[in-house]
């Protein structure tokens, strides 16, 4: 079936999947944000994060907060391809079990 292979494997995993989609709405989120949002631990939430990273789905910048360093996250053009791809084969292996 075409639309499994179609699927992204590096965003079946639910947190992968999550930061890209809530990236798709927001310009830009923090590593707190995502953790608040997706009620994940820190190790967790930043070695799928790292994973994203590496594969160029998302850019990040570092900044100060007063005297606090605050990590922003944001989809990057290749991220947001891979994301409207992955969830276009999701929809066709919906559609495909009517």
Request: glycine content about 8%; hydrophobic content about 40%; charged content about 30%.
């Amino acid at each position: 079936m075409k639309a499994l292979s179609d699927l992204d494997p590096l965003l079946e995993h639910r947190v992968r999947l999550a930061v890209c989609v809530l990236l798709a709405k927001q310009e830009e989120l923090s590593f707190s944000r995502f953790k608040e949002q997706l009620k994940v631990t820190d190790g967790n939430l930043g070695a799928q994060l790292r994973k994203l990273e590496e594969a160029g789905y998302i850019g990040l910048r570092r900044d100060f907060v007063g005297r606090k360093p605050v990590t922003w996250y944001r989809l990057t053009d290749s991220g947001r391809v891979a994301l409207d791809g992955h969830l276009s084969a999701l929809r066709t292996l919906i559609d495909s079990a009517d």
